[in-house]
């Protein structure tokens, strides 16, 4: 279920994330990640500005966004994934099965690479730490739910080197 966004939350997601067009146009050429996935499964993206998460800090206190904070869903349908816009309300609340926590730097440059190849982009901004990245799932329910190949091509391996 996506909320609709009040005016004033709506022109904060567009500036951290733009127009959605250029999102599901990625998302529509990378289909194929996520042809696997379970109809509902979705991955979030929050800006770290607002947020409350910050590096090195544990996230079971936090206290939950009063919703000025966007969240860029990406909901699994039949043949790949939807984006879409709805308030942040705590980590606790996301409703998502992993969370991207990106920096400003991250966001800009997402945004940038649309037209390209961004989950390679995504990859590096992870590893160079812009990117922040929490699974709210066991492994084992990601593995069902067929998170397999759109984690390995994030370089994010969670079911080890033993299968």
Known sequence: MQIELEADELA???DCFGDLAPWQ????RCAVLFTDMDEGSSV???PRSGSGIQPGKHVAGLVD???DVPMMKWTAHGSGMNAGLM???GFQEARVDLLFVADDAALEAMRASLAGDS??????LIRQGHIMFFVLRTKFELQDAGYEEFLDTLGLAFLGACR
């Open 12 to 14: 904060t997601a567009e």
């Open 25 to 28: 146009a990625m998302l529509d």
């Open 44 to 46: 979030g993206f929050v």
């Open 65 to 67: 966004s009063h919703g």
């Open 87 to 89: 308030p942040y309300r």
């Open 119 to 124: 989950l390679s982009l995504i990859k590096r």
